[in-house]
Each structure stands twice: as C-alpha cells, then as structure tokens.
DNA sequence: GTCGAAAGTGACTATATAGTCAATAATGAC
DNA sequence: GTCATTATTGACTATATAGTCACTTTCGAC
C-alpha cells in the first residue's frame, strides 16, 4: 500500500477517500489525521510560517519521517487543511431553509460565519492567515486562491435566487467580499478587547444593522 | 554618539526625535529610515515571519552588523514599523473638518482607511498581520497591543461628540471594532479577486449603506 | 592635518531546521 | 507460523539564519 506524497483533493482530479477496510488502512488514516490536527494546532499557536516540521510531528507524537511519507511540505498540508476548513464553512452555509427571505438569507450567512468562528477559531485564524499570503508569495497564492474561490461560489450560489437578473456576477463578488470582510474583520479585529461573551452582544446590534444595508444594496 | 538599540518610542517614554544637526546624526537617521524602509518592502513582501534579516540589510544595502547596531531584533523593527503605520493612519482619521455631522464623520473614517489602503499597502498588510499575531504568540502580541489600542481610540474620539452620554466606553470600542473589522476586512478580501477601480467602485455603494445603518446604531 | 569616538562592515560561529535514509515495526497473504 | 510489503522511525546531513566581533570608515574637535 503506497502513499502518493502529493494525493489530496487539490491535484485537478478529486480522489473519492473511500472508507477505510484494514487495518492497515486505518493506521494510515488515523497517521494523516494526527498530523492534520496537530498542524492546524500548530499554524494556528505560532503561524504558519514560523511553524516547523518538527513542531507539528511532535505535537503528533509522531517520526518526522512520517510526515515526509504524507505531504511533501509545509505548504501541501497548510492546502490541504485551508481546503477542508473552508469545506467546513461553505458546508455550514449550504443548509438554509427553503422559502427564506432575503434577510433571513444574510442573516443566515452572518451566522454561519459567527457559529464557524466559535466553533473552529484555529480555523478561522488559519483561513485568514491564508487569506493573507496574497502578497506574500504568489507561488504560494495561486495554490491557496482555488478554495478562497469556492467560498465566494458558495455565497453567490445562495444569494442569486434574490438578486435581479441584470445584476452582474461581478457585482455579487463584491458583495460576497464585503460580507466575508465585515464578518472575519469584525471578529479579527474584536479579539483584540473583546471577551467571548462582548463580543456576541457585540455583534447583534451592528449584524441587524449590516443586514439592512447589505439587503438594499442587493434589490436595489 | 551612542545610539541606544532599543531607543524607540515604543518604551514607556517617547523620545523627541529633534532634528538632525551634523553629518553623523543624518547619516545615522538615513541609516534608520533605509532599514525601516527595506523591513517594511520585506516584511509585506515575504511576511513577517518568513522574512529574515539578511533580507532587510541586503535590500538596506547595509551590512548585517548594522542591523544590530539599531535595533536588538526582528520583533523591534516590526513594532517601530506598526507604531509608524498606525500613526499615519491616526494622522489621517484626525483632520476632519469642524461642524461634521455624524454621518460626515463615519464617511470620513471610512475615506481615510480607503485612502490609507491606496496609498499604503505595504503598511496595511503589515498592520493586518500585526493584527492576527493575537492567537500566535502572546510574547509579541503584548508588544503589539499598545499601539491598536492608541488606533481604537482615535476613532472613538472622533465619534464621542455624537454619542449620547450615556453609552459607554464598552459599546463604542464595540464600534470602532466593527467599523475597522468592516473596512480592513473589506479590503482585504477585496484584493483575492478584484482590481484596484473595481474596488472603488464595489466599495463605494456599500459604504453608503453601511455608514446610514452605523450612524443609527450610534444615536439610538 | 591628527586623533579619538562612534558608525558601519561582513566573515565567522553557533544553532536550528529541512529533508533523507537505513533500520525497525506492523500488517496481510499464504 | 513465514514472508513480502509498506508504514514508521529518528539519527544524520546539508543548509540557512541569527547574532557576534575584530576590523575599517567616517566624522567632529582641536
């Protein structure tokens, strides 16, 4: 049974991970799924770049051999992981009810993201680490910008049934962006003097307020 | 003439930088600005942590001992480097013309991190990962906080004028939050997938709405 | 111009990290 | 059980970086 080095879902052709049969099989699983959630630990406590190899096999009480035997680099397995945290997060924002209106439908986006935000905040921070290597190395950007699209997909795909036919795919990206900006900033910035519990009372007040503006934005 | 390494304003005392007056105390200056000026390209570029500082004193075109001789380390640079961010940017938020009404003060507030944006990038990058140094390392982030607080509360002296006296320091720092949450976060995801005019336009309409529902949140 | 003091230099050392690989352990097929 | 296969290991090598320090250059006082 060999491991291909490069084989997660980010290589063009997604890989179906059937469940696994042996023992053998699992071993390898469980192997990949320690070092996953070591090295969430891991980026999220010291960032990713100063993040070592060592730093997360030890945290996976794991041989650095082993890890080498998963991923190729650091790089592969940060894809890996923003790849499923923001699975985690389009996943959330894909159960809406049906027949909701337009500001059940941004409500709903806002809270999906505060409930991810409380839930997986070494999530949270690693996508928005994430979302910062845009200027820091375009070889890394490129790599990293193909789930970052899928994110927007997924906010577009739910607000589309509400917009005007005329309204362009542009103009949806723009407001995709500013939901996504306002929500992670929000919630960035609110880390700084903010208690957990501030920041949901926070939070409420400015989300009503947010929806309102966003809401005309769109029929208008 | 001794310089003192750690000689910045960052500790405790600001020291008056009185103007230069010989040929050593302007070569010193310039010294300083060019590795200032060459961390800051660096540190945007290759992000803070990556970045080393052979890097800073190569593009300095200095020589590494210089380095050492101005400041004590990496983390000194960075936090000489946000102090001078935030500055500007506070700078900016603080000539507002007299006689504004509320919504003018939350639309300048907004132009003002817009223009910074436009015209700092590299010192919004730097301030935007300064930022998210919360969860990564509690040492630096202690370093760090000062200076977002001095930001903080800029903005809510720009704002207490219209606030009703019985609305408290908690409620308004809440503001300034969302209010920098809403326009860095904007901007930053912004960047993934728009040029520079379609941010201007995106940003525009949306700052309409968001400063009509802000102002309301504020005097109600 | 001379001289003392401080700024600037870059080769050097010490250290930390990435990535390798020969040896070991676990597993499945028979 | 035996054996072939493959996952796992961690000591090892190669390399990159932080930080030092003896030396050179620049400057100001006289």
Redesign the interface.
Known sequence: MTIEPSGNKRDGIVEIPRKPVNRTEKRVAKTQKKLLSAALEVF???????ATIDDITQRADLGKGTFYRHFSDKAEIMGCLIDQAIEKLIGKLRNMDAGATIEDALEHIINMHYQFFLEN?EEF?LL??G???????RRITEQM?EP??RY?EAIESLLSPYVSEKMDM??I???A??V???????????????ESE?IET??K??RQ??V???S??LV?
């Not at 999220?44 to 100063?50: L, T």
């Open positions: 999220s406590e010291y960032g990713v770049d100063a905040q921070i928005f680490q979302r910062l290597f845009l200027k820091l190395d910008e970052f699209n927007f542009l103009r990206r723009r407001f962006c500013a996504a900006g306002f929500v992670f900033g929000f919630f960035s910035f609110a880390m700084i003097g903010m501030e926070g939070i007040p400015l307020s947010f309102k503006s966003l005309s934005f208008q």
